[in-house]
């Protein structure tokens, strides 16, 4: 009896945290190319595969399209000559992933604002046993600036 090498699709799956299914998925599109395939036919990843499926996931969670990481994808395959390209296409997306950091922290001040203010709200309410200002003036206080991120309450 042979011993296989390389992991099946579910222990690749299991290792990397992606579902077998999104394995295939990166296959067909044209993510991984080439995992080699025991005498039956099932898929055998090797350390290597894992590697490159590790660089799949940090351009798809930070939001790079299919078609760019395509793209990066057959750069490297086609090996050396065409770093140009490839530096190109990550700091374009380095720069997306910059703006995306930047609207996140707008919104994250945001919510640290309404959660201050809430905060507030309850511990005057503890300390003093008053309802505090928001429930007085409706429209005012905690709800006042509930109305859009962009009005900076």
């Not at 299991?14 to 394995?23: E, F, H, K, N, P």
């Not at 640290?112 to 003093?128: P, S, V």
Request: charged fraction near 30%; charge should be negative; include cysteine.
């Amino acid at each position: 009896m042979a011993i296989q090498a390389g992991l099946t699709i579910a222990d690749a799956a299991r290792r990397s945290g992606v579902s077998a299914y999104t394995l295939r998925y990166y296959e067909r599109a044209g993510l991984i190319d080439g995992v080699d395939r025991a005498g039956s036919g099932h898929r055998r990843y090797s350390h290597e595969d894992l590697a490159w499926i590790e660089v799949l996931q940090c351009l798809r969670k930070t939001g790079m399209p299919i078609a760019s990481i395509r793209r990066y994808a057959e750069l490297v395959r086609a090996g050396d000559g065409n770093e140009e390209e490839r530096l190109a296409l990550l700091e374009e997306h380095r720069d997306a992933v910059r703006a995306q950091l930047t609207e996140v922290r707008r919104h994250l001040a945001f919510i640290e604002r309404k959660i201050a203010t809430y905060e507030e709200k309850l511990n005057d309410h503890q300390t003093t046993g008053e309802p505090g200002i928001g429930s007085l003036c409706p429209g005012l206080g905690v709800h006042g600036n509930d109305v859009g991120v962009r009005e900076g309450g």
